[in-house]
């Protein structure tokens, strides 16, 4: 994929430069601007007929990712598209292929080459009914080349090594190395009561986990004492 991040660092816009019938998929609804480029809405699912419809309600009720991926193709030359994140923050680039292949939270995919996928993998019952990421399914990539994810704030990569698991809020998880292992637990006290912090996720093995410098239900809920308020009338 070739792109370039444009815009500054806090509202960045992606534009991907597409040779012609070279294919890429975006998110939904992400397309500000195109030149040569056709766009069309697949099911997300790399099944076809009545597998890829299931295939793509499944995805949409278990991970809360749209059942609709657009496919933006180059028809001419000097064909790109401009793309943008749903929220403001940074965009970054991962490299997949092989054994490195990641799992992201919702809402973190903005684009990636057509040969790269996503795909349902399974949690167990403890992460799902305690996890933001996704239900009982997380969503992991297959395939070789680049996709782009977005962050709320600034996006940073932590280490994690067998002799150094990480702790962090599950709300700041953007992606991690599907090689890692781990754990929702709570933070501390009854549900994180007495200290303001809720759900984590205890990270084990040798990897990288990508995080957003900030947490946009903390946002809303700042404010949302300034909103109007329905009382009914």
Not at 130 to 148: A, E, N, W, Y
Not at 212 to 233: E, F, V, W
Request: aromatic fraction near 8%; charged fraction near 15%.
């Amino acid at each position: 994929m070739k792109y370039t991040i444009k815009g500054d660092s806090d509202c960045p816009l992606l534009e991907v430069s597409l040779a012609p019938t070279e294919t890429i998929k975006m998110e939904r609804g992400s397309m500000v601007y195109l030149s040569n480029v056709s766009l069309e809405g697949k099911m997300n699912s790399q099944k076809k007929g009545l597998g890829g419809l299931l295939g793509a309600i499944g995805r949409s009720v278990t991970s809360g990712e749209s059942m609709f991926i657009t496919q933006a193709s180059g028809v001419g030359p000097n064909a790109f598209v401009g793309i943008a994140p749903s929220i403001p923050g940074k965009l970054t680039c991962l490299h997949v292929g092989g054994n490195t292949q990641y799992c992201l939270n919702t809402g973190a995919f903005v684009a990636c080459d057509d040969s790269v996928n996503y795909q349902m993998q399974a949690q167990d019952l403890g992460k799902a009914f305690f996890g933001g990421t996704g239900g009982l399914f997380v969503m992991k990539t297959v395939g070789s080349g680049d996709i782009i994810v977005s962050s709320f704030g600034d996006i940073l990569a932590v280490e994690v090594s067998h002799d150094r698991p990480i702790t962090i809020d599950n709300e700041h998880v953007v992606a991690w190395d599907a090689s890692l292992d781990y754990q929702i637990q709570i933070a501390s006290g009854t549900f994180g009561f007495t200290t303001g912090e809720g759900l984590v996720n205890v990270f084990h093995g040798n990897g990288t986990v990508y995080i957003q410098t900030r947490n946009i239900h903390n946002l809303a809920d700042a404010l949302r004492p300034y909103l109007p308020q329905n009382n009914g009338n």
